[in-house]
């Protein structure tokens, strides 16, 4: 069954530092999103991805964060310079279609900001 | 914006006993309601979902009820094994939107 995968697993990262956090989603998905959740709280939104351009942001997806679809396989999401509370777990979705459409979530990768 | 509370955070159950997970949500616009299991270490992975114009759905143990006039939406796992145990999410969706809102997840354990 295809699914949704997500490079690296744990990412532990210096304050100021960039990371980015890697996905590849299912292959005939053309929706991609990025989520996060801190410990213990609700997965929250951050983006959403369309046609190699954002569709909806959060207020948490401020100019800190960027998003990228490299090639035809990989979707990227670019934290420029870290701070202690951007420390979650970030899940990368994907779906066929837009809107009230199943979305498939990888495994995540948990940021850990020093 | 929407907004989705879920109730209890947490759950213990007699294994082979039924389980009932509830959720509200707030925007009357919200047509879709997915239900999502997370395990230890995983991404939430959907197990049953239902759009406004139901009112019940089933998949063999699991069910999820809505009621739109009320804006409640309710999971129900009967005959709960031990392989039940994980955090549950209820969640909300507008066609406006293309953006999932979760509620806060209820923790399930499964007593043997």
């Known amino acids: 069954e295809p699914e949704v995968t997500q490079t690296p697993s744990h990412q532990v990262t210096q304050m100021g530092q960039e990371v980015i956090l890697r996905c590849v989603p299912i292959s005939n998905h053309l929706y991609f999103y990025w989520y996060r959740q801190i410990l213990g709280q609700k997965v929250e939104f951050l983006v959403s991805f369309y046609n190699n351009e954002i569709s909806e942001k959060s207020e948490i997806f401020d100019d800190q964060f960027s998003v990228e679809r490299p090639d035809g396989s990989n979707f990227t999401l670019k934290i420029r310079s870290t701070k202690l509370e951007d420390s979650a777990m970030y899940f990368c979705?994907?779906?066929?279609?837009?809107?009230?459409?199943?979305?498939?979530f990888g495994p995540g990768t948990r940021l850990t900001v020093l | 914006g929407e907004n989705v509370e879920q109730h209890p955070s947490t759950l213990s159950v007699q294994e082979g006993d039924s389980a009932v997970i509830k959720c509200t949500y707030s925007?009357?616009?919200?047509?879709?309601f997915p239900w999502y299991k997370q395990e230890l270490g995983k991404g939430p992975q959907l197990i049953i979902d239902?759009?406004?114009?139901?009112g019940e759905k089933k998949d063999q143990r699991i069910a999820v009820t809505l009621n739109k006039t009320a804006k409640h939406f309710s999971l129900h796992i009967t005959e709960t094994q031990p392989e039940d145990s994980a955090v549950y999410f209820c969640a909300a969706m507008a066609n406006r939107d293309d953006k999932i809102i979760f509620g806060k997840g209820t923790r399930l354990h499964i007593l043997p």
């Open positions: 925007d009357s616009a919200s047509n879709y």
């Open positions: 979705a994907s779906s066929a279609r837009l809107a009230a459409h199943e979305q498939f």
């Open positions: 239902i759009r406004s114009n139901v």
